[in-house]
């Protein structure tokens, strides 16, 4: 218990800036595990292959591969909220994408955003919290951040599987027609653009200067342990894949 109500404690003792991005966390993690939830069975209801449906699925994570160096690149010049807060307002017009233009060629559009938006989060995200807590609150403040997608992911899939049959008998449709699952998913609009105004109150402090300006336009050459980062990278990428095969 003693360690217990220290780790409560200092999660109580957080700055302002981390509670309001836990909060958009809860936020976030909410409508995401919804729309996983729903997403697949949303266009396999409009008709569209299974091959189609892994492209879609692909797709994001592709872009979000390729783009990860660049959006690092990115953030650094724009800053961490206001890469977040770009970040949280495309996943929002993407997921209202795949709502009102279900087509093809959107559906790959909506998809290609949201890989950019990945790209965005993943690379702002995790500097933010170092940059918003003290060494005794790091620990507190990332396993705090995993642990509620976690938590909130699974309240969410359980809301995501009821939410087509209340959708559906209010909407005089099937509960596994594309309507219900639109309008499911229309739920993970709104939560998406709700996440984003904790981080729109967010009061972004000034961050220390780099030691030395990079020493080459591609962001990889500057890289400290090159290494060491190629061996952090490989058992990701085995696990994601795994993932997607799953």
Not at 156 to 164: E, I, K
Not at 216 to 238: D, K, M, Q, T, V
Request: proline letters at 5%; a positive charge.
């Amino acid at each position: 218990m003693t360690g217990l109500r220290r780790y409560l404690r200092r999660l109580r003792n957080l700055s302002r800036n981390a509670r309001l991005f836990l909060l958009s966390i809860i936020i976030t993690g909410l409508g995401f595990s919804i729309y996983m939830l729903i997403f697949n069975l949303y266009v396999v209801s409009r008709g569209y292959s299974r091959s189609f449906l892994g492209e879609l699925q692909s797709l994001p994570n592709l872009i979000a591969l390729v783009g990860a160096l660049p959006a690092g690149v990115l953030v650094d010049h724009i800053g961490r909220k206001r890469a977040m807060v770009l970040a949280g307002a495309g996943q929002t017009l993407a997921t209202l994408g795949v709502v009102i233009a279900p087509g093809m060629g959107w559906l790959r559009l909506s998809m290609i955003l949201f890989g950019v938006c990945q790209s965005l989060w993943m690379v702002s995200s995790a500097p933010f919290m170092m940059e918003n807590s003290t060494d005794d609150e790091r620990d507190s403040l990332f396993s705090a951040s995993f642990g509620l997608q976690t938590l909130v992911g699974f309240f969410g899939t359980l809301v995501g599987g009821y939410l087509p049959t209340l959708f559906g008998g209010w909407l005089g449709v099937a509960v596994e027609s594309a309507p219900a699952y639109a309008a499911t998913l229309g739920v993970t609009v709104a939560l998406s653009a709700l996440a984003l105004l904790p981080i729109l109150m967010i009061r972004e402090q000034g961050r220390a200067e780099r030691a030395g300006p990079p020493t080459s336009r591609r962001p990889w050459r500057n890289l400290e342990h090159p290494g060491l980062a190629l061996r952090l990278f490989l058992p990701n990428i085995i696990i994601s894949m795994g993932a997607a095969i799953l």
